[in-house]
T-cell receptor, first 112, second 112 residues
Framework: DAGITQSPRYKITETGRQVTLMCHQT?????MFWYRQDLGHGLRLIYYSAAADITDKGEVPDGYVVSRSKTENFPLTLESATRSQTSVYFC???????????FGPGTRLTVL | GDSVTQMEGPVTLSEEAFLTINCTYTATGYPSLFWYVQYPGEGLQLLLK?????DKGSNKGFEATYRKETTSFHLEKGSVQVSDSAVYFC???????????FGSGTRLLVRP
C-alpha cells in the first residue's frame, strides 16, 4: 500500500531490552522524522534524516538510535528500554524540507 | 527558542456550535504555520496551513488566519459536528529548519 506505515502498532517490553520500531514510506521522500507523543508535551522530535545515511538529533534523542540505509526505511532502536520511554511513537516523512509532513499511524510502546 | 502555545482542553461543545481554538507562537523569523488533527487511534493529518502573514488556510469548514501582529493562528469552525471530535495540534516550521515544533494539543469533544 502507498503511504507511510509503522510496525508494530503495539509493543510491550521489559526494562533493559532492545526494541526496534520500523517505519516505511513509499513516496521516496527524502526527509523522515521520529516523534514521541506524551500527554502534556505534544509531539517532540527524537531524530530526523535528510537522506539515506544522513541523520541528526532532535529535541529528545537520549536512549535512541536510528539508521537510514535505504531512503524508504527509517528504523528507531531503543538500545536498553526504560519506563520513561513508554510513549506513542510517530514516524513522518516529507518530500521537501520546509513543507508539510505526513505521519504514520503510530506505535504504542509500553515498557514494564 | 521557537515555541507554540495552545489553549488547554478539553473543549466541549454541542453540535453546530462555533469553535475557536487559540494558538500563539514565538519565533525569531517568519515561520509557516500548520494545524494538524489526530482522530482517536490514528496518526496526525494535516488540516490546513499558511505560509506568510495574512494568509488564510481553510479545509473541511475549518479556517485559520496567520496574524503576524499578534503572533497567532487561531483555528475556527462555524458549526462543529460530532465527527470533529479529535485532538488538534498547532505547529510551526521555520524557513531555516525542517523541524516542526508542535503545541501540546487541544482535545475537542462535540456532543450530539
Amino acid at each position: 500500500d502507498a503511504g507511510i506505515t509503522q510496525s508494530p502498532r503495539y509493543k510491550i517490553t521489559e526494562t533493559g531490552r532492545q526494541v526496534t520500531l520500523m517505519c516505511h514510506q513509499t513516496w521516496s521522500h527524502s526527509y523522515m522524522f521520529w516523534y514521541r507523543q506524551d500527554l502534556g508535551h505534544g509531539l517532540r522530535l527524537i531524530y530526523y534524516s535528510a537522506a539515506a545515511d544522513i541523520t541528526d538529533k532532535g529535541e529528545v534523542p537520549d536512549g535512541y538510535v536510528v539508521s537510514r540505509s535505504k531512503t524508504e526505511n527509517f528504523p528507531l532502536t531503543l538500545e536498553s528500554a526504560t519506563r520513561s520511554q513508554t510513549s506513542v511513537y510517530f514516524c513522518a516523512s516529507s518530500g521537501t524540507p520546509y513543507n508539510e509532513q505526513f505521519f504514520g499511524p503510530g506505535t504504542r510502546l509500553t515498557v514494564l | 527558542g521557537d515555541s507554540v502555545t495552545q489553549m488547554e482542553g478539553p473543549v466541549t461543545l454541542s453540535e453546530e456550535a462555533f469553535l475557536t481554538i487559540n494558538c500563539t507562537y514565538t519565533a525569531t523569523g517568519y515561520p509557516s504555520l500548520f494545524w494538524y488533527v489526530q482522530y482517536p487511534g490514528e496518526g496526525l493529518q494535516l488540516l490546513l496551513k499558511a505560509t506568510k502573514a495574512d494568509d488564510k488556510g481553510s479545509n473541511k469548514g475549518f479556517e485559520a488566519t496567520y496574524r503576524k501582529e499578534t503572533t497567532s493562528f487561531h483555528l475556527e469552525k462555524g458549526s462543529v459536528q460530532v465527527s470533529d471530535s479529535a485532538v488538534y495540534f498547532c505547529a510551526l516550521l521555520m524557513d531555516s529548519s525542517y523541524k516542526l515544533i508542535f503545541g501540546s494539543g487541544t482535545r475537542l469533544l462535540v456532543r450530539p
